[in-house]
């Protein structure tokens, strides 16, 4: 990898960065990500699963589907990738991190300032009575509250995005100087408008993906590789 001097420039001295990951940066701790050949929507059609009808239609169902996920993102750890980007927002004075991933390990690798646009596979609550439940150990499909229906607190296919959350990721592309795109296939809208607004206002944009993406040709610079390996070299003191 050879990153240019402007971008390690920018590195030192940048003040405001913002980074969107994807679920890429979670493949190294053995999270399926969503388009690959194994990914999860190559065995699961979205439709029968990730939306408000399916949930409707055969909630068992679903709501088994997401315990799965649950267990696998709660026995997996945060990797290389996640705890470099910890040490990216201690270094800078105003640092975010979008998210479209659900499954928490950026909080659990200790970064502070996440916004995360498809909400928290650990959070359920009630779709009558909003009872909600963030203990994904006391997850059930039955509101102890009301006896209603407790869905996952993730944005399904169909479903608008947090407003606030969207609207503060938004602002943090548009006022960064230096913006990161990491392990997103970026075809998911309105997640994937962010690094055009950010480049539109100013800001160099980077992409880290194992391959080229539907992005690489806006990006001012690109590196082809595992995030985990990527994101800790460029980062690292030998190069800045
Ligand atoms: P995708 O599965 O679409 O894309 C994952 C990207 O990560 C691909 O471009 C891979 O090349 C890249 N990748 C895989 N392993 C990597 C590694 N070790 N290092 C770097 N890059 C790697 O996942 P997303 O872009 O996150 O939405 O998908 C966006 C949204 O689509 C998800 O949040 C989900 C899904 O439907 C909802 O559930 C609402
Ligand atoms: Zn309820």
């Not at 701790?29 to 050949?37: A, C, H």
């Not at 392990?183 to 539109?200: C, H, K, N, Y």
Request: include cysteine.
């Amino acid at each position: 990898m050879n990153p240019s001097q402007k971008l390690l420039k920018l590195l030192r001295e940048v003040k405001r960065i913002c980074v969107l990951t994807g679920a890429g940066i979670s493949a190294e701790s053995g999270i399926p990500t969503f388009r690959s050949e194994d990914g999860i929507w190559k065995k699961f059609k979205p439709e029968e699963l990730a939306s408000m009808d399916a949930f409707l239609k055969n909630s068992e169902l679903v709501w088994e589907w997401y315990q799965m996920r649950r267990k696998v993102v709660r026995e997996a750890e945060p990797n290389a990738g996640h705890l470099a980007l910890v040490e990216l927002e201690k270094s800078c004075p105003s640092f975010t991190l979008v998210t479209q991933n659900v499954d928490g390990l950026h909080r659990r690798a200790g970064n502070s300032n996440i916004l995360e646009l498809h909400g928290n596979i650990e959070r359920s609550y009630c779709i009558e009575c909003h009872f909600e439940e963030n203990d994904p150990e006391e997850a059930r499909l039955k509101c102890l509250k009301c006896g209603g229906k407790m869905r996952p607190g993730v944005v399904w296919f169909g479903e608008a995005l947090p407003e606030t959350t969207f609207l503060e990721a938004e602002r943090a592309a548009s006022d960064c100087e230096l913006f990161f795109c990491i392990g997103t296939s970026a075809v998911v809208f309105p997640a994937a408008a962010l690094p055009e607004i950010a480049q539109r206002n100013g800001a160099y944009l980077v992409e880290v993906n194992l391959e080229p993406t539907e992005l690489t040709p806006l990006c001012d610079e690109s590196f082809h590789g595992k995030a985990g390996e990527i994101l800790p070299k460029l980062l690292s003191s030998d190069f800045l």
